[in-house]
């Protein structure tokens, strides 16, 4: 070979090496600076990644913007995977517009109102330097527009659209080795920090288990944190064991009120609490996603246990493993139980499955829905809003005209609470949208309206309903209504009945479905719960507390509210503690340990000296158990 044709063949080297594709996938939620934006992390079961919301309730929110270090100087295509949200009602442009920006200058193409689904739009092409360049995210409207993630590349080529395909792909973008949460090991894992969460592991810590409480959002409290603002329901200090809900006095909120001002439900308290306990290891905006099985074998004849849950932290997509002889699953919606193949049940059971005379002839899929609250604040001068109409019939017949939506604005009854869970929050959002917008532009009382503003709409879904996991025993109309008694009776359910139900005429208007609801109650006499319901009757060594517990759709109807779900936390962080102390698994607890629980039941662990505070909102209960013949005493609320 000729030293010329050497020297040809390196420069044609060098300058394939020049011209070889670049590329950079850039996480929305890693945004250094998320300036009005916000991360929202519940919908990361269904699409695998948390994005960033542009929440300002019809105003621009402020600028995002993140360093981003860039392979190499080049012209560089940029794709946005984001979602036109008011598509599934609304076929033409959605209002969730918005820009990227590259060093301070707007790309050409706008993204976030075209199509049909999550996927990667262009938004322009830049040319870049090698080294650190500065991306931006420039909302357009206020209302809601997401971004997932920006991919940056020299060649025309976005990333796979395929969901699973997609994440293998963004894995090896962006690879997180799992590490271990602590070296020194954890006696219980509690998944989910709302009420229930909180209170198995406050007293297991106080009884002497070392526990960490891994919750994926910022804030405790769950539906009760000012992130979604339900105020607490149901009676502490019941009999047979007076003690539990003692817990409750110490961080519970004092004031009563749906949709209030953040400041009421005690976000601070909740945290300051837990936080006082040095045997309980905190762990905000953590998403469990995977779950470790030990399977029995002839080392391990208990059978089917969780030997880890791991984690990804929503902003950093650091990952831990934690891993313990015990796990509780306090997350709502039976997350952990279901990684682990524990048994569960959705929807509404048939009459002759348990004999309930509340519940429908034949078995359907209907839960209790998710409200979506909001309060508006009058100001000193008129505040506009834009027209907001993309698909909703809103109109002077079905028009709110109301200052506040409270948990009546509740939809997705018939829709699935997992795999439909972004629709029915999206759907929510654009109702209040939509009626806000009448109100202001054509309501005939519209002055009335004038000096108004959005003060608070909630974006994160507060659910009353999902998956409930099977334990020994399942609970059910007959127990609570006859009073049935049971030998592992523990904490007391105090609320009706109370089942919710579609407005029968919105769910003929409406194109998604209602966007209010109605109430039937049945009160009841207060009623000890099995604890037999509060472990799974095929994972070995998981407790569940919370609205996930094993009960019917009916009897969820008095179980559900958050002063009882934080008694039976109560209740599974002394089971857990028992467990601890004879080396028992939780089905062992009711079989050869109860005596132990009901002793800690009677004691409690919270400042039982502290007065109840929490007597607003305690609901309505019988005086006496009904006879057996005896006519319920019904009640139905129209709203």
């Keep these: 070979m000729t030293k010329q044709r050497i020297t040809t063949l390196a420069i044609l080297l060098i300058m394939a090496l020049h011209l070889a594709a670049h590329s950079l996938l850039v996480e929305a939620e890693r945004f250094q600076n998320k300036g009005g934006w916000v991360v929202d992390a519940q919908f990361i079961e269904q699409m695998g990644s948390p994005y960033l919301l542009a929440h300002g309730m019809g105003t621009p929110v402020k600028m995002a913007e993140t360093p981003v270090n860039v392979p190499a100087a080049a012209t560089y295509f940029v794709y946005v995977r984001t979602y036109n949200w008011t598509s599934p009602w609304h076929k033409g442009r959605g209002p969730g517009r918005f820009f990227v920006g590259v060093n301070g200058r707007k790309l050409g193409q706008m993204v976030g109102d075209a199509g049909d689904c999550w996927q990667w739009q262009y938004a322009g092409k830049a040319q870049l330097k090698q080294g650190i360049n500065r991306l931006s995210l420039y909302d357009a409207t206020g209302f809601d527009g997401r971004c997932d993630a920006i991919y940056?590349?020299?060649?025309?080529?976005?990333?796979?659209?395929?969901?699973?395909?997609?994440?293998?792909?963004?894995?090896?973008?962006?690879?997180?080795?799992?590490?271990?949460?602590?070296?020194?090991?954890?006696?219980?894992?509690?998944?989910?920090?709302?009420?229930?969460?909180?209170?198995?592991?406050?007293?297991?810590?106080?009884?002497?288990?070392?526990?960490?409480?891994?919750?994926?959002?910022?804030?405790?409290?769950?539906?009760?944190?000012?992130?979604?603002?339900?105020?607490?329901?149901?009676?502490?200090?019941?009999?047979?064991?007076?003690?539990?809900?003692?817990?409750?006095?110490?961080?519970?909120?004092?004031?009563?009120?749906?949709?209030?001002?953040?400041?009421?439900?005690?976000?601070?308290?909740?945290?300051?609490?837990v936080k006082a306990e040095k045997n309980i290891s905190l762990y905000l905006n953590f998403h469990v996603d995977r779950v470790e099985m030990a399977p029995a074998s002839p080392t391990n004849n208990e059978g089917n246990c969780i030997k880890a849950v791991v984690a990804q932290q929503v902003e950093t997509g650091q990952r831990l493993r934690f891993s313990a002889p015990l796990f509780a699953d306090c997350t709502g919606d039976g997350t952990v139980g279901f990684l682990a193949g524990a048994?569960?049940?959705?929807?509404?059971?048939?009459?002759?499955?348990?004999?309930?005379?509340?519940?429908?002839?034949?078995?359907?899929?209907?839960?209790?829905?998710?409200?979506?609250?909001?309060?508006?604040?009058?100001?000193?001068?008129?505040?506009?809003?834009?027209?907001?109409?993309?698909?909703?019939?809103?109109?002077?017949?079905?028009?709110?005209?109301?200052?506040?939506?409270?948990?009546?604005?509740?939809?997705?009854?018939?829709?699935?609470?997992?795999?439909?869970?972004?629709?029915?929050?999206?759907?929510?959002?654009?109702?209040?949208?939509?009626?806000?917008?009448?109100?202001?532009?054509?309501?005939?009382?519209?002055?009335?309206?004038?000096?108004?503003?959005?003060?608070?709409?909630?974006?994160?879904?507060?659910?009353?309903?999902?998956?409930?996991?099977?334990?020994?025993?399942?609970?059910?109309?007959?127990?609570?209504?006859?009073?049935?008694?049971?030998?592992?009776?523990?904490?007391?359910?105090?609320?009706?009945?109370d089942l919710h139900y579609p407005d029968s005429l919105q769910q003929q208007i409406f194109p998604f479905s209602a966007f209010k609801a109605v109430s039937h109650q049945r009160v009841i006499y207060p009623y000890a719960v099995p604890f037999r319901c509060l472990y799974s009757r095929n994972v070995n060594n998981l407790f569940m507390a919370g609205r996930n517990i094993s009960v019917t759709h009916v009897a969820l109807g008095s179980t559900r509210v958050m002063r009882t779900t934080g008694m039976m936390g109560e209740v599974v962080g002394m089971a857990a503690a028992v467990c601890k102390a004879n080396h028992a698994l939780p089905r062992q607890v009711y079989q050869l340990f109860f005596?132990?629980?009901?002793?800690?039941?009677?004691?409690?662990?919270?400042?039982?000296?502290?007065?109840?505070?929490?007597?607003?909102?305690?609901?309505?209960?019988l005086s006496e158990p009904p006879a057996l013949n005896s006519r319920p005493i019904d009640q139905k609320q129209h709203q």
């Design 595 to 621: 005596g132990q629980l009901r002793q800690l039941m009677l004691q409690g662990v919270g400042h039982s000296a502290l007065p109840n505070n929490q007597h607003y909102n305690e609901g309505w209960v």
């Design 152 to 273: 940056l590349s020299t060649t025309p080529n976005p990333p796979p659209h395929a969901p699973q395909t997609l994440a293998t792909w963004r894995e090896k973008q962006h690879p997180s080795p799992i590490q271990e949460a602590s070296t020194t090991p954890f006696d219980l894992v509690v998944v989910g920090g709302g009420v229930a969460g909180m209170s198995a592991a406050l007293a297991a810590t106080r009884l002497g288990l070392r526990v960490a409480l891994v919750q994926n959002r910022p804030v405790l409290g769950g539906n009760n944190s000012s992130e979604v603002r339900v105020h607490l329901g149901g009676r502490i200090n019941m009999e047979p064991y007076p003690r539990l809900g003692d817990l409750q006095k110490e961080f519970a909120p004092t004031q009563e009120g749906n949709a209030m001002p953040a400041e009421n439900y005690a976000d601070a308290c909740k945290l300051a609490v």
């Design 343 to 497: 048994h569960y049940c959705m929807g509404r059971e048939a009459q002759s499955a348990f004999h309930e005379d509340l519940a429908p002839q034949q078995a359907d899929s209907m839960t209790l829905g998710v409200s979506m609250q909001w309060r508006a604040e009058k100001r000193n001068k008129a505040v506009s809003f834009p027209r907001f109409d993309y698909g909703i019939p809103i109109n002077r017949h079905t028009c709110e005209p109301v200052f506040k939506g409270e948990w009546t604005w509740e939809t997705g009854l018939w829709h699935h609470k997992i795999n439909e869970i972004e629709a029915i929050r999206d759907y929510g959002l654009a109702v209040i949208y939509a009626n806000w917008s009448f109100l202001k532009h054509a309501y005939q009382g519209r002055k009335s309206y004038e000096k108004w503003r959005l003060a608070w709409v909630g974006y994160v879904a507060g659910k009353r309903e999902s998956r409930r996991l099977l334990g020994d025993y399942v609970l059910s109309e007959q127990d609570i209504m006859r009073n049935m008694p049971h030998e592992d009776a523990t904490f007391t359910t105090t609320w009706s009945l």
